[in-house]
């Protein structure tokens, strides 16, 4: 009976001398960054060269039009605007076929329309003179509220104006892909009587276009909303 009560005063004593430790523990830390980069993407699914080539007097007097003739798709991560212009006030002639007529022809006698519809003021929803480059009134890249717009317009959307929604080509076939018609119409003799300009508008007296070979430059510009 001593030696059990023995036994456990001892266990007592040990169980009270010994010291109590904390549960060891440690510990890393991972710092994680995100970098969200605005996305704009505009990509030309057509050939860039259209051509117009008149060698009839049917083709003179109904013109010609070319349906789809740019295609254009819109990849964008951010609300976007689109606007397009001629990027000079006439076409540039680089081959004369007659010595009369009038060799300046206005960025206005070609006529475009797009398939996707714009509420801004000034829009292409139906055939209508591209504006050459003074009357597009875009100055350095920027547009005003006089430009062209195909999606969006001039403002941002906080200050009243309007803009597309983010998104891609793939998701949103009716908004995010452009599809656009051109036309031209010299009628006989040829003085494209549908632009918003006159052949005599620079101060040449001739009425009618000098028969030729000429270009024009078309630029579509897509932004963020501005």
Do not use: C
């Amino acid at each position: 009976m001593k030696k059990l009560v023995f036994l456990f005063a001892l266990v007592a004593i040990i169980a009270t001398s010994q010291k109590s430790y904390a549960q060891l523990s440690d510990q890393e830390y991972n710092y994680v960054t995100m970098d969200l980069r605005g996305i704009l993407n505009l990509t030309m699914t057509t050939n860039p060269q259209v051509d117009f080539v008149f060698k009839t007097i049917q083709e003179y007097r109904q013109g010609i039009t070319r349906f789809n003739a740019t295609k254009l798709e819109v990849d964008a991560t951010l609300a976007w605007d689109l606007f397009v212009y001629a990027n000079s006030d006439s076409w540039s002639q680089v081959e004369a076929y007659s010595t009369n007529g009038n060799s300046y022809l206005p960025a206005e006698v070609l006529e475009i329309e797009s398939s996707v519809t714009s509420t801004a003021p000034v829009n292409i929803n139906s055939f209508t003179s591209l504006l050459g480059l003074t009357n597009s009134t875009v100055a350095a890249g920027v547009p005003t509220a006089a430009t062209q717009f195909l999606a969006g317009q001039f403002g941002t959307i906080s200050g009243g104006g309007s803009a597309f929604a983010p998104g891609t080509a793939a998701d949103n076939p009716t908004t995010h892909k452009f599809r656009i018609d051109m036309r031209l119409k010299p009628s006989i003799p040829a003085t494209f009587p549908n632009s918003t300009v006159l052949l005599t508008a620079n101060g040449n007296n001739e009425a009618y276009a000098q028969a030729g070979y000429y270009y024009l430059e078309v630029v579509y510009s897509l932004v963020e909303d501005l």
